[in-house]
């Protein structure tokens, strides 16, 4: 890539291939914790994601 498109064109690209990847751990972070908290408690777990929390 490097020799391709040149110094700046591949850092560039590298900052948003890793800003791409940030958000993908993000959601599966996220995708993770929701599993393990309706694991946890599986008899509530639909009426506690869809209540409102006050």
Same mark, same amino acid.
């Given at each position: 890539?490097?020799?391709?498109?040149?110094?700046?064109? /591949?850092?560039?690209?590298?900052?948003?291939?890793?800003?791409? /990847?940030?958000?993908?751990?993000?959601?599966?972070?996220?995708?993770?914790?929701?599993? /393990?908290?309706? &694991? &946890?408690?599986?008899?509530?777990?639909?009426?506690?994601?869809?209540?409102?929390?006050?």
């Amino acid at each position: 890539m490097l020799q391709k498109l040149g110094a700046a064109e /591949a850092g560039y690209y590298f900052v948003a291939f890793q800003i791409a /990847a940030l958000l993908n751990s993000v959601s599966t972070a996220v995708g993770e914790a929701v599993f /393990a908290e309706v &694991s &946890s408690d599986p008899s509530g777990s639909v009426n506690s994601c869809a209540a409102p929390r006050r």
